[in-house]
């Protein structure tokens, strides 16, 4: 055991001193990092569409079904009839929906009397996808109170109150209602990409070219150390871009981080291996610089940011695109970590999430030391 750790520790210090000497590779995994901050943290804006919204129907009466029937007929907007605002809640933080609509119980009574109301919640982590939601609760709304004043007889005299009808709304999870809170964590995903995977897989590939394994690998050393020296000077320059990113979101753009420091972090490290893990099976089987950095490009930074929810909504996408995101393990970091930020600890979510990154970090270390294995032989 004083042996594996004796060769351990000279190996990270080896890698640790290469990593230094080389500036590219700082440049990487520092200066890169910081440059994808402030262009994305100040230069994006997005706008989305889709809106699942849960309506809450307190009072039962034909008044009120008529009164939300706008959003039942809407193509904008999918309702989801539910019976209580603690059920309509628990969906909500779950992102399974993106709106509650709330008719209370005394709607009809209020709507005789001129003076009634509905009140609208909205999930602000996306606040584009926020506004746009609460556009078309109101105008489906209003629809429904301009069919009520088109009609005969009754409905005549019914228009006028039907046509005071007041949306209350309000923002769930993104109070400051910018897309910058949407943006700015999700940029720790790309972060712990580019350090890890990209990183990994470029410097690796050039020891293979330059004959350096090769090298070590007639010495006394064992794999699992070659492996393990490689993995922990990139997983601290990662830990270095996570701490570039916490310190960006909370005193550049004022980010909230409503989940726990521990769980943010974790959660992290977790991606991080599997990151590092992926460049390095990618580097064992190109074994070239150029290629290396080709396959890492395609197979990791760029999904990363185009199909795991950074940019676009996957429920927006066609199903075989949804499908390919929902493979890659980004898509889950992403969604856990602006969960974190903007919702807080909803457990449930986060053990589902750091369940599937544990699986990946498990098979992708198991697959590098396999194909290490092989270059041995």
Same mark, same amino acid.
């Given at each position: ?10 190996? $990270? ?12 590779? =700082? ?10 901050? *402030? ?14 919204? +849960? ?7 034909? $008044?009120?079904?008529?009164?939300? +029937? ?20 628990? #969906?909500? !933080? ?14 009809? !009574? ?9 009140? %609208? ?8 996808? +926020? ?17 009520? +004043? &088109? ?42 990409? =580019? ?14 070219? !330059? ?5 070590? /690998? ?16 990139? /997983?601290?320059?990662?830990? %270095?871009? *996570? ?6 979101? !909370? ?20 991606? #991080? ?36 929810? /950074? ?27 602006? $969960? #974190? ?7 449930? *979510? ?21 194909? $290490?294995?092989?270059?041995? &032989?």
């Amino acid at each position: 055991m004083s042996g594996f750790v004796t060769r351990l520790v000279s190996l $990270t210090r080896k890698e640790f001193r290469q990593l230094l000497r080389d500036r590219s590779n =700082l440049a990487i995994g520092i200066l890169l990092p910081m440059v994808l901050i *402030l262009i994305f943290g100040y230069g994006m804006s997005l706008d989305v569409k889709n809106a699942p919204v +849960a309506v809450v129907l307190e009072d039962s009466s034909p $008044t009120a079904h008529e009164a939300i +029937a706008g959003l039942q007929l809407s193509p904008t907007i999918a309702p989801v009839l539910l019976g209580s605002m603690h059920d309509a809640e628990t #969906l909500m !933080r779950e992102r399974k929906v993106d709106g509650i609509v709330r008719v209370p119980a005394d709607f009809s !009574r209020a709507l005789a009397a001129g003076n009634a109301r509905v009140q %609208l919640i909205v999930h602000g982590a996306d606040a584009g996808r +926020a506004t746009i939601i609460q556009a078309y609760v109101s105008g489906a709304l209003a629809q429904s109170a301009l069919r009520q +004043a &088109d009609r005969g007889g009754a409905a005549g005299a019914a228009a006028p109150s039907a046509g005071r009808v007041t949306v209350e709304q309000r923002m769930w999870f993104n109070a400051a209602n910018t897309s910058t809170w949407y943006l700015v964590p999700g940029l720790i995903v790309l972060i712990m990409t =580019l350090i890890g995977a990209f990183l990994t897989a470029l410097v690796m590939a050039r020891e293979w070219e !330059r004959g350096t394994l090769e090298a070590l /690998f007639v010495t006394p050393v064992r794999p699992v150390e070659i492996l393990l020296a490689k993995i922990i000077p990139y /997983f601290a320059v990662g830990m %270095l871009g *996570l701490a570039l990113c916490l310190l960006a979101a !909370r005193f550049l753009f004022a980010v909230p981080m409503v989940g726990s420091l521990f769980a943010v972090v974790l959660s992290s490290m977790l991606y #991080l291996i599997v990151a590092v893990s992926l460049g390095l099976v990618i580097s064992s089987v190109t074994r070239n610089q150029f290629l290396a950095s080709q396959v890492a490009l395609i197979a990791t930074f760029m999904p990363s940011m185009m199909l795991s929810g /950074f940019l676009f909504d996957l429920r927006n996408v066609p199903t075989a695109v949804r499908v390919i995101g929902h493979v890659l393990p980004a898509t889950y970091f992403m969604d856990l970590i602006k $969960t #974190l930020f903007l919702a807080g600890d909803v457990w449930p *979510l986060i053990w589902r999430n750091c369940a599937v990154l544990v699986a990946y970090a498990v098979g992708l270390l198991l697959l590098a030391r396999v194909v $290490t294995r092989k270059s041995l &032989d």
